[in-house]
């Protein structure tokens, strides 16, 4: 994996980035976290494949 660094040596906006991608994926499995109907054993094996 690659960094993006700025002029200034910082790596702010890349990592605001990668927060923001993290975010929206954790964000399109809201259904699956709120599942009454899955375990959490089976909801840690989902987070542990995306991770």
Request: proline share 0%; hydrophobic share 35%; charged share 25%.
């Amino acid at each position: 994996m690659g960094s993006i660094i700025d002029e200034h040596g910082g790596s702010d906006a890349d990592v605001k980035a990668r927060i923001g991608k993290a975010r929206a994926a954790y964000l399109q499995l809201r259904n699956i976290w709120n599942s009454k109907q899955l375990s959490t054993n089976t909801k840690v094996r989902i987070f542990n494949t995306n991770v």
